[in-house]
């Protein structure tokens, strides 16, 4: 099964994280990332930069809106995805719990319900 | 227990004679570990309870004219089988998981030997109680997967409307499809903290029982039945071996918990020989079996506690310090409202209602505010205070005692209580 680790935190502020904690997490993502690729179960990876970099875009009111921000100010924020193809729920689970943005945020793990692979929608 | 009452759509037992008979045997040993075999490759707990609904249906309208099969067991669950087959096909979804191979045709069923087959049960309640249910419906989820009781039935052990219940288990049936919940057993690392989710939804099960008292239980035993399964899957566990032997005392004296008349019987004044002795030796099996594990734990303690109560019956006295160790032990292991009471009262018994009361107070202030709602407390409290004759504060306690207490035998005691007080 395919599920999405969605990785939400409180995004630090300017300055807020030293130099060394910067590289520490760097490290453990790097290894994290390097684990899920060698069990054979990553596939994509995408930290994200901080929602002030995002841009809303909408056709449901009739024309094009773009705004600015996220579509929802919320006090942790999505930050990153991990996208894996694991055999259920457990596995899944176990993964989230050993990504690194589990020790200062939440991992919010997803089943995925159709994917495009292949030129098609499947299941 | 008779799961198939719920699930009867033909004619009654008396016009269909030994198949109907057959059918509900079948239902009432098989259901939970045919459901389980079902639903295990798939996790589609909505499909196999389909299938197997299905199979049962066809064995009261076929069995009546063409014979109860040598293996009831068997048949259902190669019709349910060939159902979930069905179902497949028409929904044309892929399968990723092949059926087992050997039961495509009814023409094989004799060959079938489903105690051959593993047992999947222990799998199914770890799906019923895995972190990603929600608590309060992971006992329902067992009641209704394991044993087989209807929403209705659960719905109203727990005193929920029978819509709300049946809501709530199929949100949690899908949940456990779409999320990809593993029928597994989890690795060492992971087991402990898994097989205490499911000792605390069987245990859930047994709460609600005397929650509403023996008079309203409508779904008889049904804790006693899950922790038995869960013991005969998980022999080795001390803990799943002590929450047997919990039920099983506590099941022992139900027959003496109401009189004659209906009215509530404290343990003390329990006549031990309304006792099931058979209850009390299984319990002690267990027991023995978990302490030669050598591994206390929460289950193993309180049933030691419901040991000491019913040895009463063969020495004619209760061991006071005995249990005070014990509830002393009990409320360092597993700290609750529950066994806060429970010591406070025990206490009282070896040290006096002083003792007793001060303990009580000490214990429900480290507890906080939920403690002001645990009918435990309130009734311990009233005893205590009746005992040291003061008695306007026996009556105020027995009033918000009788206020929480649900079970009607148990109410009416309390007003007699109450009543006596107020006399004195």
């Known amino acids: 099964m395919r599920y999405a680790l969605l990785m939400h935190y409180r995004e630090p502020g300017e300055g807020e994280i030293s130099e060394e904690a910067i590289t520490e997490a760097q490290e453990a993502f790097g290894a994290y990332g390097?684990?899920?690729?060698?069990?054979?179960?990553?596939?994509?990876?995408?930290?994200?930069?901080?929602?002030?970099?995002?841009?809303?875009?909408?056709?449901?009111?009739?024309?094009?809106?773009?705004?600015?921000?996220?579509?929802?100010?919320?006090?942790?924020?999505?930050?990153?995805?991990?996208?894996?193809?694991?055999?259920?729920?457990?596995?899944?689970?176990?993964?989230?719990?050993?990504?690194?943005?589990?020790?200062?945020?939440?991992?919010?793990?997803?089943?995925?319900?159709?994917?495009?692979?292949?030129?098609?929608?499947?299941? | 227990m008779d799961t198939l009452t719920s699930r009867e759509t033909g004619p009654g037992p008396g016009a269909l004679g030994p198949a109907v008979r057959s059918a509900g045997v079948a239902a009432r040993d098989s259901y939970g570990r045919l459901l389980a075999l079902l639903a295990a490759s798939t996790s589609d707990l909505a499909g196999a309870e389909d299938a197997l609904a299905d199979a049962f249906e066809r064995a009261l309208r076929t069995w009546p004219s063409q014979g109860v099969p040598s293996h009831p067991d068997a048949w259902l669950l190669t019709v349910a089988r060939n159902r979930l087959r069905d179902q497949w096909k028409s929904a044309q979804v892929r399968r990723a998981v092949p059926l087992d191979a050997g039961c495509d045709a009814l023409a094989h069923v004799d060959d079938i030997d489903v105690d051959a087959i593993p047992d999947r049960r222990l799998e199914l309640m770890l799906v019923c109680a895995h972190p990603a249910i929600e608590r309060a419906v992971r006992t329902p989820l067992m009641l209704n997967t394991v044993l087989g009781f209807t929403a209705e039935q659960v719905g109203r052990a727990f005193s929920v409307p029978p819509s709300t219940m049946a809501t709530r288990l199929v949100r949690a049936k899908k949940r456990?499809?779409?999320?990809?919940?593993?029928?597994?057993?989890?690795?060492?690392?992971?087991?402990?903290?898994?097989?205490?989710?499911?000792?605390?939804?069987?245990?859930?099960?047994?709460?609600?029982?005397?929650?509403?008292?023996?008079?309203?239980?409508?779904?008889?035993?049904?804790?006693?039945?899950?922790?038995?399964?869960?013991?005969?899957?998980?022999?080795?566990?001390?803990?799943?071996?002590?929450?047997?032997?919990?039920?099983?005392?506590?099941?022992?004296?139900?027959?003496?918990?109401?009189?004659?008349s209906g009215r509530f019987v404290p343990l003390a004044d329990q006549d031990p020989s309304l006792w099931d002795p058979d209850l009390i030796s299984r319990a002690h099996?267990?027991?023995?079996?978990?302490?030669?594990?050598?591994?206390?734990?929460?289950?193993?303690?309180?049933?030691?506690?419901?040991?000491?109560?019913?040895?009463?019956?063969?020495?004619?006295?209760?061991?006071?310090?005995?249990?005070?160790?014990?509830?002393?032990?009990?409320?360092?292991?597993?700290?609750?409202?529950?066994?806060?009471a429970a010591l406070a009262a025990v206490t009282a018994e070896v040290d006096g209602p002083v003792a007793g009361l001060a303990t009580l107070d000490a214990l429900l202030a480290e507890a906080g505010p939920s403690a002001r709602l645990f009918q435990p407390a309130k009734a311990t409290r009233a005893h205590l205070l009746d005992r040291l004759g003061r008695q306007q504060e026996a009556v105020a306690a027995y009033d918000s005692a009788i206020s929480l207490t649900q079970d009607p035998a148990e109410r009416q005691y309390l007003e007699h209580c109450r009543e006596r007080a107020r006399r004195r």
């Open chain 1, 34 to 123: 390097r684990a899920l690729e060698s069990a054979g179960v990553l596939l994509s990876a995408d930290v994200l930069q901080p929602s002030a970099a995002t841009t809303t875009v909408t056709c449901r009111d009739g024309g094009l809106r773009v705004q600015d921000g996220p579509f929802a100010e919320t006090k942790e924020a999505l930050a990153g995805i991990f996208m894996l193809e694991v055999p259920d729920l457990d596995a899944a689970i176990g993964w989230a719990e050993k990504c690194p943005g589990a020790q200062w945020g939440v991992l919010e793990v997803r089943p995925t319900a159709t994917a495009f692979v292949d030129g098609a929608w499947t299941r």
């Open chain 2, 285 to 340: 099996e267990h027991l023995r079996a978990a302490h030669a594990r050598g591994q206390l734990g929460r289950f193993q303690l309180e049933a030691a506690i419901q040991a000491v109560h019913c040895a009463r019956g063969r020495d004619g006295t209760t061991d006071w310090p005995a249990l005070l160790t014990l509830h002393r032990i009990l409320h360092s292991v597993a700290p609750s409202l529950g066994s806060s």
């Open chain 2, 176 to 260: 456990i499809k779409v999320a990809g919940i593993p029928f597994r057993v989890p690795d060492r690392a992971d087991l402990p903290a898994r097989m205490t989710s499911v000792l605390e939804a069987v245990y859930g099960a047994h709460v609600i029982d005397w929650a509403t008292g023996p008079q309203a239980r409508q779904l008889p035993s049904e804790a006693l039945h899950l922790a038995e399964v869960l013991a005969t899957l998980v022999p080795a566990d001390p803990e799943v071996r002590g929450l047997a032997a919990l039920i099983e005392l506590s099941a022992a004296r139900a027959p003496a918990r109401v009189d004659a």
